[in-house]
C-alpha cells in the first residue's frame, strides 16, 4: 500500500520569522494514486496575531471567525497523528509550507516534521512537465483539465489540498522528463560518427603542382612587402 499525504496552509502572512501563524490546515489521504476521502481539517486560533487585509482578500478567513476555533497546541497533535510516517507533499512546500509548519511544531516542543517525508510538488512538476507557462497549482490543474470552481471565490486549505492531491496523482503517472544533455551528448556522438562529418571526414590528398606553389609564394611577397 502507497501513503501519500497532499497539505496545504492558510497562514496570517508570508513570514513565520515575523510571527505570522498558520490559521488553516488540510490534508488529503491519497492511497494507491485514489484519493481516499479519509481528510484532516481544522481552522486555527492565530492566538492573537491579526490577519491584514491583503491576506484576509486571499483567504477570506477573518480573526472574528477564529475566535472561538482551537489554537495550535491543540491541533498540532491531531495533525501529526494524521499524517504518521508517510510521505507529504505541499505545493512550493519546501519553501513555505514545511518550514512554516515545522516552525509551529518546535514552538510547541514536538517533533518536527523531517526532510525525508517532505515532498515537493513544484520540483517534480518541474522535472515531469513540459509546456505549462507556469508551475503554480493552478497552472498545474488546467494544464491537467483539473477543474478549479471549488475555490473561484477564495483559497482554502483543504480545496487546495483536494486540488493539488488531483494533480500529484498525475504528476505521479507522467513519466520523469527525459535527460536533456545526454539527448543532446547521444545526438553530438551521431553526428561524429557519421562519415561525412566527423572525424573520418575524407581530406585532399593530392600535391599541388609546383607552378601554383610559386604563384602563391609571389602573391603573398607582394601582400607582405606592398611597397616593393
Known amino acids: 500500500m502507497k501513503r501519500i499525504i497532499c497539505f496545504d496552509i492558510e497562514t496570517t502572512g508570508l513570514d513565520f520569522s515575523k510571527g505570522d501563524r498558520i490559521i488553516e490546515i488540510g490534508a488529503v489521504e491519497v492511497i494507491d494514486g485514489q484519493i481516499t476521502g479519509n481528510n484532516f481539517h481544522e481552522y486555527v486560533n492565530p492566538d492573537g496575531k ?3 487585509p491583503d491576506s484576509y482578500e486571499v483567504h477570506k478567513i477573518s480573526n472574528a471567525f477564529l475566535e472561538d476555533k482551537p489554537k495550535m497546541a491543540v491541533i ?8 504518521g510516517d508517510s510521505p507529504i507533499v505541499a505545493h512550493n512546500g519546501l519553501d513555505f509550507d514545511f518550514p512554516f509548519v515545522n516552525h509551529e511544531l518546535n514552538m510547541l516542543g ?10 515537493d510538488s513544484i520540483v517534480i512538476a518541474r522535472n515531469r512537465v513540459f509546456g505549462p507557462k507556469s508551475y503554480s497549482l493552478d497552472a ?19 480545496i487546495d489540498s483536494e486540488i493539488l492531491a488531483k494533480v500529484f496523482i498525475e504528476l505521479d503517472n507522467t513519466a520523469p522528463a527525459p535527460d536533456v544533455q545526454e539527448i543532446i551528448e547521444k545526438q553530438h556522438q551521431a553526428m561524429l560518427a557519421h562519415p561525412k562529418v566527423g572525424y573520418d571526414f575524407p581530406h585532399r590528398t593530392y600535391t599541388t603542382p609546383p607552378e601554383e606553389l610559386e604563384i602563391h609564394k609571389q602573391f603573398m611577397e607582394k601582400i607582405n612587402n606592398p611597397d616593393e
Open 50 to 52: 491579526i490577519i491584514p
Open 140 to 158: 498545474l490543474a488546467k494544464w491537467y483539465g483539473i477543474s478549479l470552481t471549488a475555490r473561484a471565490d477564495a483559497h482554502g486549505a483543504l
Open 76 to 83: 498540532a497533535p491531531k495533525f501529526l497523528e494524521f499524517i
Open 110 to 119: 514536538l517533533q518536527q516534521i523531517p526532510r525525508s517525508q517532505q515532498m
